[in-house]
């Protein structure tokens, strides 16, 4: 535990931000499940929830959570798999 009081700060303020880029991650995987599971579902619901997986990743990127290259990489893949279906 630090002695000096901005180091304290400092770790309070750093456990803040990593709880909420932990729940923007996760936000972002439980989207791309959803999406999986709508695919099986059919490609209506599959093409509404491709929306709203893309706007969470782009979400995640615009607050410096997500890289993005990896963002780019994560919708490319998931406009090949609604190409597929």
Excluded at 10 to 18: D, M
Excluded at 42 to 66: F, L, N
Excluded at 76 to 81: D, P, Q, S
């Amino acid at each position: 535990m630090p002695n000096i009081q901005s180091a304290k700060k400092r770790v309070k303020v750093s456990e803040k931000k990593n709880l909420r880029n932990r729940m923007v991650k996760s936000g972002v995987k439980t989207s791309v499940r959803k999406f999986n599971e709508s695919l099986s579902n059919g490609t209506e619901t599959a093409a509404a929830q491709y929306v709203a997986t893309t706007s969470a990743i782009d979400k995640a990127v615009a607050k410096g959570i997500i890289h993005k290259n990896a963002a780019n990489r994560k919708k490319a893949r998931l406009a090949r798999m609604i190409a597929k279906a």
